[in-house]
Structure formats: C-alpha cells, structure tokens
C-alpha cells in the first residue's frame, strides 16, 4: 500500500514537473524578443540573445544612442517565417515602418548550447582594421576634401 502511494506520488511529480517546464523558444520567438530589446534599447538582454557577430551590432546601436535609453520603438514584424536547418535558421520579415510602408529584412540564427541565438544581422558588417591592406586606412576614413590644393 505504501508503495502504491509513494510511486503514485512520484508519478503526479513527473507529470506536473513535465507541465511545468517551458518549452525552448523558437527561433521566431527569439527575433520577436531580440527586436523588443532592440527597441527599447535593452542592449544588455539582447545581447543574451546573441553571438558575438550580432553584439557587435548591438554595441554598435549602444555606442551610438550614447547612454539616451529614453527614445524607444515598438518594431512591427509582419510575416516573420524562419528556415531551420540543423543549427541554423534563416529568418525573413517585414518590418512596418512609421509611415506604414513595409521593408524586407533578414535575421540569420545559430543554435548554441540548446539556445537560439540571433548572429548575422543583414546589411550589417563590421571590417576589421587588422585586415586592411597597407594604405586601406582611408577607406574607413576618407580625407576632408578641404585638403585637396586646386590648381
């Protein structure tokens, strides 16, 4: 009898641990989560969501709103469909802008560790400076053309 009611009990915790736990988000539920952050300039949270590629991208939009976190966005994603393959998943959106006019965008996400993780944001490509050629350097920063002597 004892038996009977310590094996169902053990049972009633399987099933209620099992009810309990969450399942891993997608990665839909990642680029939606990823975006929030973005925009409400939570660059710390979205940077979990992240490999090193995409906080880059992140420090980037960091650096640039220069400590002011009082401007914020509420993205529209309209169509968010993600290819998954293995570890990997191509998401493709619209993003509603302000006038109501809708432009295409790409999120390329890794799985590391059980976790989806958003890593290549398109259009965004950070070049290295150790990669220059010799002379290169002014690519990144062109001369101020009031240098330039006319003849």
């Known amino acids: ?84 393959q293995g570890d990997s998943a191509i998401c493709h959106y619209l993003i509603e802008g302000e006038f109501g006019e809708q432009v295409p965008d790409t999120l390329i996400l890794y799985k590391v560790k059980g976790q989806w993780l958003v890593h290549q944001v398109e259009g965004f490509i950070v070049i290295p400076v150790d990669t220059l050629a010799p002379g290169d350097e002014r690519i990144l920063f062109p001369e101020d053309s009031t240098d330039t002597e006319y003849q």
């Open 1 to 84: 009898m004892r038996s009977v009611a310590l094996i169902s009990a053990a049972l009633a915790f399987i099933v209620y641990a099992s009810a309990c736990s969450k399942p891993a988000p997608t990665p839909e539920d990642v680029v939606q989560r990823w975006q929030h952050y973005i925009d409400y300039n939570k660059f710390d949270s979205a940077r979990l969501y992240s490999t090193e590629l995409a906080r880059s991208y992140i420090d980037f939009l960091d650096a640039i709103t220069q400590g002011d976190t009082s401007e914020v966005y509420d993205t529209v994603l309209r169509n968010l469909q993600c290819d998954v």
